[in-house]
């Protein structure tokens, strides 16, 4: 051992600064030391763990395979499988055993078909797992409940509906986006119900994942949806609008020239929108006699739809005249190129007529390009 006097006279003769680098650098030696060792220790953990997910997914599989194929031609369960199950039940006692579980059921659910996906459903209600994930439901934690439901989607647990409908309207957008999905992978159409009882928002990437959900049902037998078009919630509406379209519902038509009138003006936009989409001719007057309250996006829409429908020139003409002089130039261009196909010569007089550069400039462009 050194004597500390040697050592302090050995650091009496270099400056402080010298000394506090030789410190620090014997510290970050440790430090460095403890980390390589701290890493090892990790790295040593996942491939264990790796190791063990790997061998208990492999162990899952063959128990599973041998519960399909122990009874292929019964709805009862046999001895074989009765035995199966109760060993499984004893090996699910921990969460990462029933998280490896789960995930390797879902892996032969998307290898096997028809009544194989039925049989592994039911394997997984009678492991209880079911029951586990709808405890779930009660928790506390959001994520938690949202995981729940999504097994429990994954699972075709139609018994949990009345459960998961109370998550419905729940604060966190991810536990309604699974409660959503849930009813319509579930239900189908049948499913959208719970737009009666939802009072929160559906935001545009749950409006695009449920009509994905829904355009991949077998069935396509929609649901009458006017009453929701007719909804307090104006996110309901919004979706409904969304199911119209995508749909060709063309028998919501007096909902929809109601709904121009609606308070809410991303409702009065979308809604005229597709009044021009589904080809509604009877829209145009409403629109018309409407006009002036509109903002100048809905504006804009009206004349792309009388644009897209046609002008008659007795009843429609002297409103379209009325606007190409229009201060917005979108509806400038608009109503001069409806004036231009219905009534032509009128619209060539209209060169003698201005003295606006910018008014002359726009009609001698619509004269030459059709």
């Known amino acids: 051992m050194v004597p500390p006097l040697l050592i302090n006279s050995f650091f009496e003769d270099f400056p402080s600064i010298v000394i506090i680098v030789w410190v620090l650098a014997i510290v970050f030696f440790f430090v460095l030391i403890s980390l390589v060792f701290f890493l090892k220790v990790v790295r040593f953990r996942l491939r264990k763990e790796e190791l063990f997910v790997e061998t208990q997914s492999k162990k899952y599989e063959e128990n599973i395979v041998d519960y399909l194929y122990s009874n292929e031609n019964s709805h009862e369960l046999n001895s074989a499988q009765k035995e199966i199950i109760d060993k499984l039940k004893l090996s699910l006692v921990r969460s990462l055993d029933r998280k490896i579980f789960i ?121 009458d949806v006017r009453k929701w078009l007719s909804s307090e919630n104006d996110y309901v509406v919004l979706f409904t609008l969304e199911l119209v379209k995508a749909y060709n519902l063309r028998e919501t038509q007096k909902e929809l020239l109601l709904l121009i009138k609606h308070e809410n003006k991303e409702i009065r936009l979308k809604t005229i929108r597709l009044l021009n989409y589904l080809y509604i001719i009877e829209a145009k007057q409403v629109l018309i006699n409407t006009y002036e309250n509109l903002t100048i996006k809905e504006k804009i829409a009206v004349f792309e739809l009388l644009e897209n429908i046609g002008v008659e020139v007795r009843e429609e003409g002297a409103f379209v005249l009325k606007h190409i002089n229009s201060k917005v130039f979108e509806i400038k261009v608009l109503a001069l190129k409806i004036l231009k196909q219905i009534d032509i010569s009128k619209f060539i007089g209209l060169k003698n007529e201005t003295n606006v550069l910018a008014n002359l400039k726009v009609i001698n462009y619509l004269e030459n390009n059709p």
């Open 103 to 223: 995930n390797t059921l879902l892996k032969l659910k998307g290898e096997v078909s028809g009544n194989m996906i039925t049989v592994i459903n039911q394997l997984y209600k009678d492991l209880g797992l079911a029951t586990q994930a709808q405890s779930k439901l009660h928790s506390k934690k959001w994520h938690i409940i949202a995981i729940g439901i999504r097994d429990l989607r994954r699972f075709k647990v139609l018994e949990a509906q009345d459960e998961v409908a109370k998550c419905i309207n729940h604060s966190k957008m991810e536990v309604r986006r699974q409660a959503y999905l849930y009813f319509i992978n579930l239900f189908g159409f049948k499913g959208l119900d719970f737009l009666d009882e939802l009072k929160s928002s559906i935001s545009i990437w749950d409006q695009i994942g449920i009509l994905d959900a829904l355009q991949g049902m077998e069935t396509q037998e929609v649901p």
